[in-house]
């Protein structure tokens, strides 16, 4: 069958692997080599130096290319290196417009680093489209779109987006690390680039650290692969390896994920020490008719603050969970929690984070695969 006509949990399994044509293991083997035989000058067998190009991670870029409906796939250190790479794209002078509220380490890159080189960035809120054109000038270049939004949950539409890069002739990139390729393909609703932080639920068992990027036009692929080849920030085979195994399960993984989230999510919004809860599902959500179009489920990311807003009450709840554990990162089979404005988001001004309702007390929760009774067990004794 070919791989385009696969539904997502057969591609899941079975994209871009083939069993090894020198032994038949059916898993991809760990090519743990820097070099390879050339028998002249020039001649290979389409593997020079692993920089470059890595059978293992050859075999995984050709399967998450598949899962986002991508024609091409780039595997990079950390999703940080992978968002390096898109902003090599631009020049001294360019303009980026992102989502005010994303990612404190993307945030971090771009005002820190990239900025330092000329590269210009506007913030602004992305729930409508058409508040961002009038920020287009004719430096713009390109859009930074994140949906989901870290951590506030905000749902941008990518369609409307893609639009509007196409009208203006900008580059569209979106994380779509929260979502995953199970649960969203923005090359599907017209963004030209989809960056993965692949340490998260891609590779689901919070053990590998990775990035990836998807695409479809040949020109970007070339530059993009040019930029990975001439900076190596790549991956290497044994991170491939252990990602192409989590991958395996991703759409079981998902499926729970979304069921657990939904559960904890109504939980969480009944309780009287709740303020707010911020999820994608409820009907009550700003953009959640369009959460329904270009989502298949709402997935198990959830952000909550509570009655009072007090930074203590939410160190003290966070410090007495059990089976969430209060850790960096998200998107693992285990469920963690997590505090925006002193962990992930640290490096946003806090005038930056109050904008985007990263408040004081706001509480970050990944909803991992455990038993939901449990799940919900452990945040009603933390709550008291």
């Known amino acids: 069958m070919r791989e385009e006509n696969m539904k997502f949990e057969t591609k899941a399994i079975h994209a871009g692997v083939q069993p090894d044509?020198?032994?038949?293991?059916?898993?991809?083997?760990?090519?743990?080599?820097t070099t390879y035989a050339q028998p002249r000058p020039g001649e290979n067998k389409g593997y020079e130096y692993s920089r470059t190009l890595n059978p293992t991670r050859h075999a995984l870029e050709k399967n998450l290319a598949a899962l986002e409906n991508g024609?091409?796939?780039?595997?990079?250190?950390s999703g940080l290196a992978a968002i390096d790479a898109c902003m090599r794209l631009l020049n001294p002078g360019d303009e980026v417009i992102s989502t005010n509220d994303l990612y404190g380490g993307t945030y971090r890159q771009f005002t820190k680093v990239h900025a330092r080189y000329g590269i210009k960035f506007r913030f602004a809120g992305m729930q409508h489209a058409a508040a961002i054109e009038p920020l287009i000038s004719a430096n713009t270049k390109m859009l930074w779109v994140e949906t989901p939004t870290n951590p506030?949950?905000?749902?941008?539409d990518i369609e409307a987006f893609a639009a509007l890069a196409k009208?203006?002739?900008?580059?569209?990139?979106?994380?779509n690390t929260f979502a995953s390729p199970y649960l969203q393909n923005p090359l599907d609703l017209g963004a030209d680039i989809v960056m993965h932080s692949v340490t998260k639920y891609i590779g689901g068992h919070s053990d590998v650290v990775?990035?990836?990027?998807?695409?479809?036009?040949d020109k970007l692929r070339t530059d993009l692969a040019f930029i990975q080849n001439s900076v190596g920030a790549v991956c290497g085979p044994m991170d491939c390896f252990l990602v192409l195994r989590g991958i395996k399960t991703l759409h079981l993984r998902m499926q729970r994920h979304c069921e657990n989230g939904a559960k904890v999510?109504?939980?969480?919004?009944?309780?009287?020490?709740?303020?707010?809860?911020?999820?994608?599902?409820?009907?009550?959500h700003p953009n959640h008719e369009v959460a329904k179009r270009q989502m298949r489920d709402f997935g198990g990311m959830i952000s909550f603050s509570l009655i009072g807003d007090k930074m203590e009450d939410a160190f003290d709840l966070v410090s007495r969970l059990t089976v969430f554990t209060l850790a960096e990162s998200l998107?693992?089979?285990?469920?963690?929690?997590?505090?925006?404005?002193?962990?992930?988001h640290a490096a946003i001004p806090k005038d930056e984070r109050a904008k985007t309702g990263v408040t004081d007390s706001l509480i970050r929760i990944s909803v991992g695969i455990e038993h939901v009774d449990d799940l919900i067990a452990d945040l009603a004794q933390a709550l008291g």
Not at 71 to 77: C, E, P, R, S, T
Not at 167 to 175: G, N, P
Not at 210 to 217: Q, R, T, Y
Not at 265 to 284: I, M, N, Q, R, T
């Open 71 to 77: 024609k091409h796939g780039l595997a990079f250190g």
């Open 21 to 33: 044509e020198a032994t038949g293991a059916i898993m991809t083997p760990i090519y743990q080599t």
């Open 331 to 344: 998107g693992g089979v285990e469920s963690l929690a997590g505090h925006p404005a002193t962990m992930t």
């Open 265 to 284: 999510a109504h939980w969480l919004k009944a309780h009287p020490k709740v303020d707010k809860v911020y999820w994608p599902g409820f009907e009550s």
């Open 152 to 156: 506030t949950m905000n749902i941008i």
């Open 210 to 217: 990775m990035g990836f990027l998807a695409l479809n036009d």
């Open 167 to 175: 009208k203006h002739q900008l580059i569209l990139v979106v994380d």
